[in-house]
């Protein structure tokens, strides 16, 4: 027998090992977990659901990121776990890097984000050749007034796409930072703050390295979470050719949230409930990866107020105005992968960033709570 915790209501309950990925009735609420197979084993995190089996809520964060979700699922198709990921990050005020091959929609998952919302939107190709100022703008001499004018660069918009940012050189990268970190620019000893509410959706290739600047670490680690969409399944990928027969999809789709229901979902994400039982372990999680040994740079502070966000974040998406651990369990890969550095001696090894923080997230002990503890 082993002991799990149900994922909707904190109970604790046993059962017989499992096989992988399979579910287990709660016996207590009566919902369906979904499991898998450890050593020890874990607080087991529920699968996400598809919009028409989600429960209804009436969270005005549940409503739009559905609207969001079924919107943009008509253009990006069979990738629900990522979209509602990137939802995510909007909802938490983040920014989202997108890392993966060339052609599995990077790009169009952005523009349909866009599209989605009644944003200003502008796209950023980077290239070697970028300077700073093509980024933040410049001032400009108008001869009729005889004085200089600023003329904002495409970072003055309130979604903004960074098209292969590992292709621009480290110093019109760091063009970047401060519009990701506070919000505005600075230019010409001026400051200009930025339009909310602002997310910027970089995206990059792991595969060609062939003239391109990595990412330091300190610019990953402003980056709220880091995604991948993958190939798609067959089946998936015959509806999107069904799809694209005609005309893109992109073409027709509508908007269906406006710039201040995103800005009313960030200020209600904010006040989602967490208790001091969950920023504990939160915080040891983050502390974990900074004393595993294969690990030679952990996560920082932001790491772990990123981590607290994205969880109040995920749990008001899905409904709730309280944070539970699976709800840290789900995030905590996308919110920390890009945040750690592994030792050359454990990449030989074979380890990956993923794998260790399975291990930690296994090893760190996970609040038990009943359900009245989590109530404000």
């Known amino acids: 027998m082993a002991k799990y915790t149900c994922a909707f209501c904190g109970q604790p309950f046993l059962s017989a090992n499992t096989a992988e990925r399979s579910e287990i009735t709660c016996p207590s609420c009566g919902k369906k977990n979904t499991v898998s197979q450890q050593a020890t084993p874990l607080v087991q995190i529920p699968t996400l659901k598809n919009p028409s089996e989600r429960e209804p809520g009436d969270s005005p964060v549940s409503a739009t990121a559905t609207r969001l979700i079924d919107n943009i699922e008509k253009v990006i198709v069979g990738k629900h776990n990522e979209i509602m990921l990137m939802v995510m990050a909007y909802f938490s005020e983040g920014h989202v890097l997108l890392e993966d091959v060339p052609g599995v929609a990077k790009t169009m998952l952005a523009r349909a984000l866009s599209r989605s919302i009644g944003c200003t939107f502008k796209r950023l190709q980077c290239t070697p050749d970028l300077l700073p100022n093509d980024i933040t703008g410049s001032s400009v001499f108008n001869p009729k007034t005889t004085e200089f004018e600023f003329r904002p660069g495409p970072l003055f918009a309130q979604i903004v796409?960074?098209?292969?940012?590992?292709?621009?050189?480290?110093?019109?990268?760091?063009?970047?930072?401060?519009?990701?970190?506070?919000?505005?620019?600075?230019?010409?000893?001026?400051?200009?703050?930025?339009?909310?509410?602002?997310?910027?959706?970089?995206?990059?290739?792991?595969?060609?390295?062939?003239?391109?600047?990595?990412?330091?670490?300190?610019?990953?680690?402003?980056?709220?979470?880091?995604?991948?969409?993958?190939?798609?399944?067959?089946?998936?990928?015959?509806?999107?050719?069904?799809?694209?027969?005609?005309?893109?999809?992109?073409?027709?789709?509508?908007?269906?949230?406006?710039?201040?229901?995103?800005?009313?979902?960030?200020?209600?994400?904010?006040?989602?409930?967490?208790?001091?039982?969950?920023?504990?372990?939160?915080?040891?999680?983050?502390?974990?990866?900074?004393?595993?040994?294969?690990?030679?740079?952990?996560?920082?502070?932001?790491?772990?107020?990123?981590?607290?966000?994205?969880?109040?974040?995920?749990?008001?998406?899905?409904?709730?105005?309280?944070?539970?651990?699976?709800?840290?369990?789900?995030?905590?890969?996308?919110?920390?992968?890009?945040?750690?550095?592994?030792?050359?001696?454990?990449?030989?090894?074979?380890?990956?960033?993923?794998?260790?923080?399975?291990e930690i997230m296994n090893a760190v002990p996970v609040p038990q709570m009943p359900v009245a503890g989590f109530a404000k």
Do not use: W
């Open 161 to 358: 796409l960074a098209d292969e940012i590992n292709r621009a050189t480290p110093r019109a990268q760091a063009a970047l930072l401060e519009a990701m970190a506070e919000r505005k620019v600075t230019a010409d000893g001026n400051n200009y703050e930025l339009t909310p509410p602002f997310l910027l959706i970089a995206t990059q290739n792991p595969i060609d390295h062939e003239g391109t600047f990595p990412l330091p670490e300190a610019q990953l680690d402003r980056f709220l979470v880091r995604l991948s969409l993958g190939y798609p399944q067959f089946d998936n990928e015959v509806s999107m050719l069904q799809r694209l027969k005609s005309q893109h999809p992109i073409e027709t789709l509508e908007t269906v949230a406006s710039a201040e229901e995103i800005l009313t979902c960030q200020e209600a994400v904010r006040q989602v409930h967490v208790d001091e039982k969950i920023i504990r372990y939160i915080v040891q999680i983050i502390k974990a990866t900074r004393e595993h040994y294969d690990i030679v740079l952990g996560g920082s502070p932001r790491a772990s107020l990123a981590l607290l966000r994205c969880a109040q974040s995920f749990a008001a998406i899905q409904g709730f105005d309280f944070v539970v651990p699976d709800d840290v369990k789900h995030i905590a890969a996308f919110v920390l992968g890009h945040r750690l550095i592994l030792r050359p001696e454990s990449r030989l090894r074979k380890k990956t960033v993923r794998g260790i923080l399975d």
